[in-house]
């Protein structure tokens, strides 16, 4: 308590923590556009136009990518909203979420070279399997943190707790089913994680923003 009877303000022992993150962030959407490639050589007289239009599948892989991880950096800017302290554990699991994250323009690129191709499955498998992965991170650090309250402002809203926590549930299984359906469909597994990007952005339907909004 304060001498003036209120409640002392916490401090806040995150900076680091966010300073590093968003420096990850950064460097990993940068590098997503270096997979996208000036047409040189065009055999059979095709036009530029043509070209450029045949590089479709790197334009959706870029998108999505860049959307996906537009959005984690949302969300994790959220989380440390609610999160103030810092120990071991969450360094440790927030260094394992920054790994994906920097590990997203491999399969990005991966998948813009395959999806036209027989491999292309495989391809799509490895563009899913690490967005459910970080997914799942996701979900860890803020249960760890979250958990008994264990790293959250003092201040924190329960309800708001339980609702950002519910919500980040519906991440793994969600980005789950996009990698079953890579094997069915790549097109329709590459748009399932856009669509999925698309609705974490959306305030109706984020539970961070949402509460942020209020």
């Given at each position: 308590?304060?001498?003036?009877?209120?409640?002392?303000?916490?401090?806040?022992?995150?900076?680091?923590?966010?300073?590093?993150?968003?420096?990850?962030?950064?460097?990993?959407?940068?590098?997503?556009?270096?997979?996208?490639?000036?047409?040189?050589?065009?055999?059979?007289?095709?036009?530029?136009?043509?070209?450029?239009?045949?590089?479709?599948?790197?334009?959706?892989?870029?998108?999505?990518?860049?959307?996906?991880?537009?959005?984690?950096?949302?969300?994790?800017?959220?989380?440390?909203?609610?999160?103030?302290?810092?120990?071991?554990?969450?360094?440790?699991?927030?260094?394992?979420?920054?790994?994906?994250?920097?590990?997203?323009?491999?399969?990005?690129?991966?998948?813009?070279?395959?999806?036209?191709?027989?491999?292309?499955?495989?391809?799509?498998?490895?563009?899913?399997?690490?967005?459910?992965?970080?997914?799942?991170?996701?979900?860890?650090?803020?249960?760890?943190?979250?958990?008994?309250?264990?790293?959250?402002?003092?201040?924190?809203?329960?309800?708001?707790?339980?609702?950002?926590?519910?919500?980040?549930?519906?991440?793994?299984?969600?980005?789950?089913?996009?990698?079953?359906?890579?094997?069915?469909?790549?097109?329709?597994?590459?748009?399932?994680?856009?669509?999925?990007?698309?609705?974490?952005?959306?305030?109706s339907q984020n539970p961070l923003i949402k509460q942020k909004a209020r």
């Open positions: 308590m304060s001498n003036g009877g209120t409640p002392a303000v916490e401090i806040k022992e995150t900076g680091r923590v966010e300073a590093f993150s968003d420096g990850v962030f950064a460097v990993a959407i940068t590098l997503l556009a270096l997979d996208l490639r000036v047409p040189h050589d065009m055999p059979d007289g095709r036009s530029l136009a043509h070209a450029l239009l045949a590089q479709w599948p790197g334009y959706l892989a870029f998108v999505t990518s860049f959307a996906t991880i537009g959005i984690m950096w949302i969300n994790h800017h959220r989380l440390f909203t609610h999160i103030r302290r810092t120990d071991n554990t969450l360094l440790v699991l927030n260094g394992l979420l920054l790994l994906g994250v920097t590990f997203v323009p491999f399969p990005t690129a991966l998948v813009a070279e395959y999806i036209p191709r027989p491999a292309g499955t495989v391809a799509a498998v490895v563009f899913s399997g690490t967005y459910t992965v970080l997914a799942v991170m996701f979900n860890l650090l803020w249960r760890y943190s979250s958990g008994k309250s264990r790293l959250l402002d003092h201040r924190a809203d329960p309800r708001a707790i339980e609702a950002i926590t519910r919500g980040y549930a519906l991440g793994p299984p969600a980005y789950f089913l996009s990698f079953v359906l890579a094997f069915v469909s790549v097109a329709a597994s590459v748009a399932m994680n856009l669509l999925l990007a698309i609705y974490w952005a959306l305030p």
